[in-house]
């Protein structure tokens, strides 16, 4: 059992070789405990509107200089098809502390991802009312990341600013979630201003107290829109923690040793401060989980929480080849299912209730093969279907599917069990009532 001292040692550590041990201390336990895996969770970055005034975020509510997003429905739908497209197990919906994310809708869509796909769904919207929390366990969720940022109250109250008359504890947030049922992340940045070595050393055995199931660290990036922008540290630069990628791996891999058997990503920040570099040497440092980002390419600008982070817009599937390579380069392997923390199945734990069964369904399966998605297959598409299904009475289950290679006839669209090709959104409602007239296969209830 790894103490204070040692791992205040090891965060002051410097010396090359001696640190070779700890990276390879902690790879061994990644192995033994999780395994080769690198699990792949689809990350959408639904809204950007934020309530808050956290003094490190970009999108702090303070920040004019960005223009304000929230995806639609079928926009968060779409993600969620594409992330069982591409054979991820796991979806994320992250967002800004927005008001504007109604607990009924957002516990709707969960119903209808969860009722259309075999994803597990992980949340991550800040801080929310305990109502909304419950309703969106119940729905479905499985997962909820919240961060706590540091363990250092002064320092916590210094940077992350109440909202109003609500008092932030986030700790005491993460015991709800608990209690909830949801397998609980959370974590630290690396480098705050004001941030001691002392005070990472408690952050990580936080971390073991808390018995998180994931645990996120990323190095702090400062962003010019925000108070900690070229903000001078309070301490002398022997006490401040730097924010660099080694002492973000150091965090890492002490977070393995210390709780060997939680999920942990190579981050996004870790990502971008070394583009070339930064997620190899996390996941050969204890990390063994990436979120590829699937945010829609015209909103992932605009989900600026530090700089840097736009420069790597890539399509995702682009993004997805390029994750894979890496992973394999490794010697590691991509994780199939919804990855879990080991032991702790999601059958283990408490199942939330069904959601409602819908009176009258129709099946409709929608190729999302890239040909067919760049023919017309995409968001705004399934908008259309779901629109005339409904028009017609009945409920829409949509659901995607690979590439049934047919490519020249694409875009292809399954209702029932009849395949329609070169199906165009503007002439669908005409294709349903033909096909409704035509015997109504493919209607359950
Ligand atoms: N709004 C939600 C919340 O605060 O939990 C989720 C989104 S928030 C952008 C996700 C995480 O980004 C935060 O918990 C924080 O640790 C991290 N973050 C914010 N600003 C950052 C910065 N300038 N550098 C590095 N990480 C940052
Ligand atoms: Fe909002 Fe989260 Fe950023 Fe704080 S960290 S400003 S809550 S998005």
């Known amino acids: 059992m790894m103490d204070r001292r040692e791992i205040l040692d090891w965060l002051r550590c410097t010396d090359s070789q001696q640190l070779e041990r700890l990276w390879q201390q902690a790879d061994r336990l990644r192995q033994e405990q999780v395994g080769d895996a690198v699990h792949l969770r689809g990350l959408v970055e639904i809204s950007n509107h934020c309530a808050r005034a ?33 054979g991820y197990g796991t ?8 008001d504007g994310i109604k607990a009924d809708w957002l516990a709707g869509l969960i119903r209808r991802i969860k009722n259309a796909t075999p994803l597990a769904l992980t949340l991550s919207l800040g801080e929310r009312s305990d109502d909304a929390l419950a309703a969106w366990r119940e729905a479905g969720a499985d997962r909820y990341l919240l961060r706590f940022e540091t363990s250092d109250r002064a320092l916590y109250r210094a940077i992350h600013p109440d909202r109003g008359s609500r008092v932030s504890d986030r700790i005491a947030i993460l015991g709800k979630l608990r209690a909830l049922g949801y397998e609980t992340g959370s ?4 480098g705050i201003p004001g941030q001691r070595y002392e005070t990472l050393a408690d952050d990580l055995l936080l971390c073991r107290e808390l018995d998180l199931d994931m645990i996120g660290i990323g190095p702090f990036i400062a962003h010019p829109q925000t108070p900690l922008w070229q903000a001078q540290s309070p301490l002398s630069a022997e006490d401040q923690v730097p924010p660099t990628i080694d002492m ?3 965090a890492v891999a002490l977070a393995r040793i210390l709780r060997p058997d939680a999920n942990i990503p190579a981050t996004t920040a870790v990502a971008v401060m070394n583009a070339s570099l930064g997620r190899e040497l996390a996941l050969r440092r204890g990390a063994n989980v990436i979120m590829p980002n699937l945010t829609p390419p015209q909103y992932r600008e605009l989900y600026a929480i530090y700089p840097g982070k736009a420069d790597r817009i890539e399509t995702a599937e682009a993004g997805d080849n390029q994750i894979r390579a890496q992973v394999l380069a490794l010697g590691r392997t991509v994780g199939s299912g919804p990855g879990g923390r080991s032991g702790r199945s999601d059958t283990e734990r408490q199942s939330p209730e069904p959601g409602p069964v819908p009176p009258v369904s129709l099946k409709i399966a929608v190729c999302m093969g890239s040909s067919c998605f760049s023919r017309g297959n995409n968001g705004q598409t399934i908008e259309t279907l779901r629109h005339c299904v409904e028009a017609a009475g009945l409920v829409p289950e949509i659901t995607g599917h690979l590439c049934e290679n047919l490519c020249t006839q694409g875009p ?10 070169n199906v165009q959104a503007s002439c669908f409602a005409e ?15």
């Open 54 to 86: 956290c003094h490190y975020c970009g999108l702090r509510a303070a920040n004019q200089a960005i223009g304000r997003y929230r995806m639609s429905e079928e926009e968060v739908f779409a993600c969620a098809l594409a992330a069982q497209h591409l």
């Open 91 to 98: 979806l994320v919906l992250q967002s800004g502390e927005d």
């Open 187 to 190: 974590g630290v940045m690396v």
């Open 248 to 250: 973000t791996c150091k």
């Open 412 to 421: 292809h669209v399954t209702i029932g069990d009849t395949l329609y090709s």
């Open 431 to 445: 294709l349903l009532r033909h096909h409704l007239a035509s015997g109504k296969e493919g209607i359950d209830g």
